[in-house]
């Protein structure tokens, strides 16, 4: 059974960092895409970004440049490093992977086969 688990969310104030991980287990994602979405209440999903599998990254328009995506083959992991943290960007931020290998469905969030529950980020102003 795949499993995609975050970790690391919770209460900040604005301008600090947070840091979430998720971990993968279940099969390996490291030839496949994997990635981040995030809904706030009351908003559609949205595109945080993803990494490929050769390490390549690709952002949503508003967390470029404050956001950094990275992965950890061996562990089977992905990462999300956010600073500059704004009220809005209060979500719950999911993690996501894609089922095939060498595909890559950018910010098609239809196209991702695996989830994870969720981690609440808030940040207060």
């Known amino acids: 059974q795949v499993r995609l688990v975050e970790s690391g969310g919770g209460l900040v104030q604005t301008g600090d960092s947070l840091r979430l991980s998720c971990a993968a287990s279940g099969r390996s994602f490291s030839r496949s895409v994997m990635g981040w979405f995030r809904q706030a209440p009351g908003k559609e999903r949205e595109f945080v970004g993803n990494i490929n599998w050769e390490y390549d990254t690709a952002y949503g328009d508003s967390v470029r440049g404050r956001f950094t995506i990275t992965r950890d083959g061996a562990k089977n992991a992905v990462y999300l490093q956010m600073n500059s943290l704004k009220p809005e960007d209060t979500a719950v931020y999911y993690c996501?992977?894609?089922?095939?290998?060498?595909?890559?469905?950018?910010?098609?969030?239809?196209?991702?086969?695996?989830w994870g529950e969720g981690t609440q980020v808030t940040v207060s102003s």
């Open positions: 996501v992977a894609h089922g095939a290998m060498y595909v890559n469905p950018y910010r098609l969030g239809d196209r991702y086969d695996y």
